[in-house]
């Protein structure tokens, strides 16, 4: 049986609940900070250290999901 996202949500404690949701607000506001520094394209380091932000933001994500 597969879970859906809502159920895996269902199994989590209070504190995974909240670091999730924030997480994913964090990691919606790198993602727009990430496509507005390539739009620019001035700054190749500012666009290289947010991508691996994303990359950690959403590895984090993925654990605490799979907890």
Do not use: F, W, Y
């Not at 859906?4 to 269902?10: D, F, K, Q």
Request: charged share 40%; hydrophobic share 35%; glycine share 2%.
């Amino acid at each position: 049986m597969v879970e859906t996202p809502s159920e895996t949500r269902v199994h989590m404690d209070k504190k995974a609940k909240k670091r999730l949701e924030i997480l994913n607000q964090k990691l919606q506001h790198m993602r727009q900070q990430l496509a507005g520094c390539r739009q620019q394209n001035d700054e190749p380091a500012e666009v290289r250290r947010l991508e691996a932000e994303v990359a950690s933001v959403e590895a984090e994500i993925k654990k605490l999901k799979e907890a």
